[in-house]
């Protein structure tokens, strides 16, 4: 039995198709393929949950390349956007850094604050259009009082309102700064000044090279760098739940990166920023906050080089007793494991695959049988209970659709496809694996 066509926006469906084709998450749509993690994301949505009334939470997502990690994440930015959040993403890699002396930090700032997104732009680039939403939303509350805009209580009003939002966020690190450039912003989009709001937006951007620079430009002492950078991402999330969002959720992944950092002072300095995320979000620090990193296991258990060669934050991550024998264990706690998908998770995937891959490129005509037959070739080579992932069977079926679909107008298999059968079958004999494909349903 075959899925039913899925009807989606075509550029989301092409940019979908192409994405899974190459192997990498689609920044849009994931949820059109999303099948199983229903305990993670119920676990994640939790935290959404607590961070939307005032809480705080970090959570790691640890599981091999290609298991998902990423297309959770993209999952997730989804659901954050959908429940009124503010959110940030950002890959690690060579040049950005939680920490470094060398503007490895404020380049994962910068790389979070250009992918800024909401639910009226979720592509990224939505700090211009959030400050714009807000400061628009007051002028019609006011109006809406009965002030008409020609008043001079007018603009009074706006300004008081606008002043009580920046006096309440006023209180941390950097929070003057930031208050003011706020300020300056509103003045200027008042004054239609686009110059002085292109300068705002370079300061909460983090592009000011100097103090001085920016003293000049905005009449501000500080600048975001390397060592504060991380203060402005709470001041943006404190500033997310004044302004009418539920708050603000920061992804970042590819943290196998920190473990590959080969000074190990360095390294630490990195791991330390982690403790320090971790324990603001933890103790109530940070509100309205949640931080999720994506890395594999070699990041997190290495004794040398991973997480838990910094013994502050080994104690906090190690698994307990009993959350160890049992894989909901680990649920409520904040390393969040992506175990391999069941079977008949992995047919379910490939049967939606079948769906969109028909709606965007032409009908392919493949039963239930001939799915079960192409799993059963994937599951049955040596090693693939640990090392198979859904990427690798994703593209590998992609591929079998597009061979399909050029053979007779997709009426049969390839004859390649029925060769991989017979391997199959012979691989299946020689190893012995009891993977049957009758025990799994669509």
Known sequence: MQ?????????????LLSSMAAGVVPRAGAKYIAIGRTAEVAALCRDLD??????????????????????????????????GFL?????????????????????????????????????GGALAQVLSRWLSDIQYEVAGTGLSPDSPDFEKEISKRIYSVLREIETGVGAFDFARVIDTYYRAWRASDDRLQSDCLRWLRGEFGTKTEARSALSVSGIIQDENWYDYVKLFAVFARKIGYAGLVVFIDECVNLYKIPNRVSRENNYEKILSIFNDTLQGKASGLEVIFAGTPQFLEDTRRGLFSYEALRSRLVDTTFGAETAAGGLFGPILRLARLSDDELLALIARV??????????????????????YYMLSRAGAETLITPREIIRSYMTALGLLLQEDGGKRLPALYRRAQSAAADETKKDGTDFDPETIEI
Do not use: H
């Not at 005032?54 to 954050?80: C, E, N, P, V």
């Not at 959110?87 to 920490?99: G, I, N, Q, Y």
């Not at 490129?361 to 239930?368: E, L, M, N, Q, R």
């Open 354 to 375: 079948t769906a969109l891959f028909s709606e965007g490129y032409g009908k392919v005509d493949v039963t239930a049988e001939e799915m079960r037959d192409f799993l």
């Open 87 to 123: 959110c940030m993403d950002a890959d690690l890699s060579p040049e950005r850094k939680l920490s470094s002396t060398g503007g490895g930090g404020l380049a994962t700032y910068r790389e979070l604050l250009k992918n800024l997104s909401s639910k009226a732009s979720p592509e």
């Open 50 to 83: 607590a961070a939307a009334d005032g809480g705080s939470a970090t959570r790691f997502l640890i599981g091999k390349y290609g298991s998902g990690k990423s297309f959770l994440i993209q999952l997730m930015r989804g659901y954050a956007l959908d429940r």
């Open 3 to 15: 899925e039913k066509s899925v009807k989606i926006p075509k550029r989301i469906l092409m940019s």
